[in-house]
């Protein structure tokens, strides 16, 4: 293997190319050195491949990463945050859109009432698409009849704990739907 040696005699194997040094401030000298063409393009070719699975990895190319499932009608079913169920038999769809989570946390706390979850679910039947509200305390609309079906919201989960806050892609319910 050959050595290049740079202005001080030095042997160096980075295989840089040494074209010439100048005398700089404090009697130090900088020494110009190129790389070969073939170590330069190995490097654009590097931070073109890493650029590439940059952007590919950044790309999101599905909104919804929660696969979609069917329902059956007169069965509790759990659907989760951003989850689409849908039967096709009866040209229905629903998603959990959102959560607000308001009820007393487990844990060392006092509430002066055990507060409530509301869940936004957004309906399609056919080609109208409805958006409802469905609540876990009782002095709320806890269940609505739409369109020729009964939804009922039976289950919020998790339960919230105190000092653990629950991330919203972790909520799930668990819904009721039948025909009237």
Request: charged residues 25%; negative net charge; contains cysteine.
């Amino acid at each position: 293997m050959d050595y290049l040696a740079d202005s001080n005699g030095y042997r160096d194997d980075t295989r840089l190319r040494c074209i010439g040094s100048i005398r700089g401030k404090r009697n130090r000298y900088a020494t110009f050195c190129i790389l070969s063409i073939y170590h330069i393009i190995m490097i654009k070719a590097s931070i073109a491949i890493l650029l590439l699975i940059v952007i590919t990895n950044s790309c999101n190319v599905e909104d919804n990463p929660v696969p979609d499932r069917i329902i059956q009608l007169n069965e509790n079913t759990e659907i989760l945050y951003h989850q689409k169920l849908n039967n096709y038999e009866h040209e229905l769809s629903i998603l959990l859109d959102s959560v607000n989570d308001s009820r007393c946390p487990t844990g060392p706390v006092r509430c002066f009432w055990e507060g409530n979850a509301s869940v936004k679910f957004e309906l399609l039947f056919v080609d109208e698409i409805r958006s409802i509200i469905l609540n876990t305390h009782s002095q709320f609309r806890r269940d609505t009849s739409i369109c020729g079906y009964q939804i009922e919201l039976l289950e919020v989960n998790p339960y919230p704990e105190y000092n653990n806050p629950t991330a919203i892609e972790d909520y799930r319910a668990i819904i009721l739907i039948r025909e009237n």
